[in-house]
């Protein structure tokens, strides 16, 4: 099929090379120069793993400056644009729009379908169609459009899109579903050839799932995934709380928990609360989309407020621990919101050296992949590539992006760098033992 993907992010890129990887021809529509030069020479416009090599496993795939005549004759056009948080917490829909005039511009064809691959409110289907057509010069057909969330997570983004959980289909037609369900047959049937270094993992063999959908449900299947998932980890941080409080061990607790089949194991671990582009917009913006309806999702706000608390939390932790901030140097391991990605959306590093500078402290960073991005933020504290030399002199350390290079570091060495001994782990990923033999004192989240 003929695709254009428009938004070369982290979903609409990732979904592109995929489906070019099952043979569509795909078209790359991106609005910025930087990023569209980057990906016509086959560099990667932000970290993410496998992104190199299928860049280079598929050169064909075009990344134009201009719409041309892409859309009138694509079979189906993938909208990936950015649907970023409003201040009062709803969803700009800006990016969405301004695509939708551009897209009715080029002129699509009768039967091409729009699939929305974009996280927007409930509702937004309808409306795009709409918007699309009113902005169409002399064509009367209302633009077949179609929900396809993505659920792929950063860091695994490729793994994700190749061998999902399930694929959902919102649309009103049973020919667009089946449109957007033969765009996706080869993921569907898993009987494509995987690529060399993705293989399929065993349990991954059989068919995936598909759901077919009305477009509200589709839309609202993935605000209601994230804000379930951002709730389990809210409610595991609310039990760490509780554990350091009666001295109980979240480690333990999260175990014996996880064992139970109806609660599983899976985002049971305490730190410091989610982060990134999603979790935080997506939970407020169905809060915001409750409330415009006149519900107040009061479960929704105390998720967001524990998320918010955890970062707070881990301030608080290291004043006490080093009787103070004002003056004391903080050292943070990772800055990206999480291993695997130099995305810096939303990350709790950020906000703990806000607050902690706020405060008077001064604060260095390092993280294996990030820095440049952070660079170009600007971000008001130091950035050091070498962990040990982001250390030294540092009165705390507070692990807060559990990266495997951190995991295995050599703390006696770190010990004798430090001016202090405070080892703050916002992951619980660390061997408490092995920071303690060196002599410094550690401290988790609930343990
Ligand atoms: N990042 C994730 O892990 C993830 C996972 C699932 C769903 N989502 C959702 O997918 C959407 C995209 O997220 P993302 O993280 O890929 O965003 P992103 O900001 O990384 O990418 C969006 C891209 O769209 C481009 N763009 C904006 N307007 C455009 C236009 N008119 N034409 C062409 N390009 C345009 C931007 O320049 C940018 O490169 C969001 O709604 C997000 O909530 C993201």
Not at 241 to 265: F, P, Y
């Amino acid at each position: 099929m003929k695709v254009v993907v428009a938004g070369m992010g982290y979903v609409g890129l990732v979904t592109g090379l995929v489906l070019a990887e099952m043979g569509h021809e795909v078209v790359g529509m991106e609005k910025d120069k930087k990023k569209r030069e980057l990906l016509r020479s086959g560099i990667p416009p932000f970290y993410e793993p496998h992104l190199e090599e299928l860049l280079a496993r598929h050169t064909e795939v075009v990344y134009p400056d201009e719409w041309g005549g892409w859309g009138a004759c694509a079979d189906v056009i993938i909208v990936s644009v950015g649907t970023p948080p409003l201040p009062q917490g709803g969803s700009d829909l800006s990016q969405v729009r301004a695509l939708a005039q551009e897209i009715a511009r080029a002129g699509i064809g009768k039967e091409t379908v729009i699939i929305n691959k974009s996280t927007v409110p409930m509702g937004t289907g309808g409306w795009l169609s709409r918007e699309i057509h009113s902005h169409m010069k002399g064509q009367r057909f209302l633009p077949r459009v179609a929900s396809c969330p993505e659920f792929l997570r950063e860091g695994v983004a490729f793994y994700d899109a190749f061998y999902p959980d399930r694929i959902v289909i919102g649309a009103d037609r049973p020919t667009t579903r089946a449109k957007v369900r033969m765009l996706f047959e080869k993921i569907e049937k898993q009987n494509f050839e995987p690529p060399p270094t993705l293989e399929r993992a065993t349990g991954k063999r059989g068919r995936v799932p598909v759901l077919e959908t009305g477009l509200e449900s589709a839309e609202l299947i993935k605000y209601a995934s994230n804000a379930f998932l951002a709730t389990k980890i809210s409610f595991i941080n609310e039990v760490a709380n509780i554990c350091d409080a009666v001295g109980a061990d979240i480690g333990e607790v999260s175990k014996g928990m996880g064992l139970d089949a109806r609660i599983a194991g899976r985002f049971l671990r305490a730190g410091l609360g989610w982060g990134g582009s999603c979790f935080g917009k997506d939970v407020s913006s169905l809060s915001h989309q409750a409330a415009e309806r006149g519900y107040v999702a009061r479960l929704l706000q105390s998720a967001i407020s524990v998320n918010a608390f955890q970062r707070e939390k881990a301030v608080q932790k290291l004043a006490e621990g080093m009787g103070g901030v004002r003056g004391k140097r903080v050292t943070l391991l990772g800055i990206s919101f999480k291993p695997g990605t130099s995305d810096l959306r939303d990350a709790p590093a950020l906000t703990i050296a806000q607050k902690l500078i706020d405060r008077g402290a001064l604060v260095t960073a390092t993280d294996p992949v990030a820095l440049p991005f952070a660079r170009e933020e600007g971000v008001p504290f130091s950035l050091v590539a070498c962990p040990y030399e982001a250390m030294e002199g540092a009165d705390s350390v507070l692990l807060a992006t559990e990266w495997p290079d951190y995991l295995d570091l050599d703390w006696d060495r770190i010990k004798k760098g430090m001016r202090g001994k405070l080892v703050l782990d916002g992951r619980n990923s660390l061997d408490r033992a092995v920071v303690e033999g060196a002599g410094l004192r550690y401290k988790g989240v609930g343990r």
